[in-house]
């Protein structure tokens, strides 16, 4: 018989797993410690949440779950579908944390992905699955007393603070120091932050010659870099590229190479 769509989309997703690093594998042959990222298929839920379509373990532990949909599908609004399967877990199953932080809806061409250790989880559209020692980084964030629900018994204590992702860190950021910056720049760094703290991860600074740009940049570049939030990727002709980093080089900038 030929392939139903939905079977087409969970063969593209199973596909798109492995090239991620995780081992998929059907419930009766589970093996949570075949890897340090497993996928399990058809896994059963408490009563009354039905099956998730992949069960996700990190190190032994459940992490997060899969809504698979078949190719064509819209996925905005299915992560009411998945946040509901996250919830689902049996209490007598290990888990970093009650509900399942990391959620996805995919078709096998589009994924979506919601991270629950954010202070305000939103669904957004991601390129692919995000590698287990990926996640496994994140989950290391969450405080050491509500790290996890063992199991054979009642679930854990609930992290009662956000962990320090991205977006919760950036809303914490030290006062700028303004000892040497124009009043341009300064409105710069600071529309920029709170641009970032507000979950728009894209940005545009525009600045007239002359008015500071390249050590702007490099303020804002610390702020990220300095407590390891964020990397720099710096993109444009290579003289512009590499007076950014003259620049840098004269900051207290690690890791900043040409």
Same mark, same amino acid.
């Given at each position: 018989?030929?392939?139903?769509?939905?079977?087409?989309?969970?063969?593209?997703?199973?596909?798109?797993?492995?090239?991620?690093?995780?081992?998929?594998?059907?419930?009766?042959?589970?093996?949570?410690?075949?890897?340090?990222?497993?996928?399990?298929?058809?896994?059963?839920?408490?009563?009354?949440?039905?099956?998730?379509?992949?069960?996700?373990?990190?190190?032994?532990?459940?992490?997060?779950?899969?809504?698979?949909?078949?190719?064509?599908?819209?996925?905005?609004?299915?992560?009411?579908?998945?946040?509901?399967?996250?919830?689902?877990?049996? /209490?007598?199953?290990? !888990?970093?944390?009650? %509900?399942?932080?990391?959620?996805?809806?995919? $078709? =096998?061409?589009?994924?979506? #992905? *919601?991270?629950?250790?954010?202070?305000?989880?939103?669904?957004?559209?991601?390129?692919?699955?995000?590698?287990?020692?990926?996640?496994?980084?994140?989950?290391?964030?969450?405080?050491?007393?509500?790290?996890?629900?063992?199991?054979?018994?009642?679930?854990?204590?609930?992290?009662?603070?956000?962990?320090?992702?991205?977006?919760?860190?950036?809303?914490?950021?030290?006062?700028?120091?303004?000892?040497?910056?124009?009043?341009?720049?300064?409105?710069?760094?600071?529309?920029? /932050?709170?641009?970032? !703290?507000?979950?728009? %991860?894209?940005?545009?600074?525009?600045?007239? $010659? =002359?008015?500071?740009?390249? #050590? *702007?940049?490099?303020?804002?570049?610390?702020?990220?870099?300095?407590?390891?939030?964020?990397?720099?990727?710096?993109?444009?002709?290579?003289?512009?590229?590499?007076?950014?980093?003259?620049?840098?080089?004269?900051?207290?900038?690690?890791?900043?190479?040409?």
């Amino acid at each position: 018989m030929p392939e139903t769509p939905e079977q087409k989309a969970r063969i593209e997703i199973d596909r798109l797993l492995g090239l991620a690093g995780w081992s998929v594998q059907d419930v009766k042959d589970a093996n949570i410690h075949a890897s340090q990222g497993v996928a399990l298929r058809e896994f059963p839920l408490n009563t009354g949440f039905g099956f998730a379509d992949y069960l996700l373990y990190v190190d032994g532990r459940a992490a997060g779950v899969i809504e698979a949909k078949k190719a064509g599908a819209t996925l905005t609004g299915v992560e009411v579908q998945s946040g509901k399967y996250a919830q689902g877990l049996p /209490e007598s199953l290990p !888990a970093w944390r009650r %509900p399942l932080p990391f959620q996805y809806e995919s $078709t =096998g061409i589009e994924t979506h #992905f *919601t991270n629950g250790l954010d202070p305000e989880p939103r669904s957004r559209p991601t390129f692919a699955f995000h590698r287990p020692d990926s996640l496994r980084q994140w989950l290391d964030l969450l405080p050491v007393s509500t790290s996890h629900a063992l199991g054979g018994g009642a679930p854990g204590p609930v992290a009662a603070f956000a962990p320090p992702t991205f977006l919760a860190l950036v809303r914490q950021l030290p006062p700028l120091i303004e000892t040497g910056l124009w009043s341009a720049q300064v409105r710069a760094i600071r529309n920029l /932050e709170t641009s970032l !703290a507000a979950d728009k %991860p894209r940005a545009l600074i525009q600045m007239a $010659t =002359g008015s500071g740009k390249t #050590f *702007t940049a490099i303020s804002f570049i610390y702020r990220l870099i300095r407590p390891q939030w964020a990397s720099l990727c710096a993109v444009g002709t290579g003289g512009a590229v590499g007076q950014l980093c003259h620049r840098g080089d004269r900051c207290p900038l690690s890791g900043f190479e040409v």
